[in-house]
Nanobody, 121 residues
């Protein structure tokens, strides 16, 4: 009974900013790695950023310096601060996390339903 839910997507102009949030809920024992993926129409889903439970992060080359991933372990939430947005950032953004529930000995991987980000003038 674990689920992820993204929020914060919307329409912004090029150069604008947006902050995405993804909250995990349910019978959670612990959360390991969390990440953001995105998928543009006609394109494969690609990794945007990841962050470990300890705060170590990785980024796709295309977003380095513009997007920042962070997390609040107390809130079971991961964020993606998006600055200097470009039209090519337009995509559905998905939250992903490795979560161990209270009912299972090993973590499972979960996906959120996605939130639309559109960068257009």
């Amino acid at each position: 009974q674990v689920q992820l839910m993204e929020s914060g997507g919307g329409l912004v102009q090029p150069g604008g900013s947006l902050r995405l949030s993804c909250a995990a809920s349910g019978s959670i024992a612990s959360i390991n790695d969390m990440g953001w993926y995105r998928q543009a129409p006609g394109k494969q889903r690609e990794l945007v950023a990841t962050i470990t439970s300890g705060g170590s992060s990785t980024y796709a080359d295309s977003v380095k310096g513009r997007l920042t991933i962070s997390r609040d372990n107390a809130k079971n939430t991961v964020y993606l601060q998006m600055n200097s947005l470009k039209p090519e950032d337009t995509a559905v953004y998905y939250c992903n996390a490795d979560i161990r529930s209270r009912w299972r000995p090993r973590p499972n991987n979960y996906w959120g339903g996605g939130t639309q980000v559109t960068v257009s003038s």
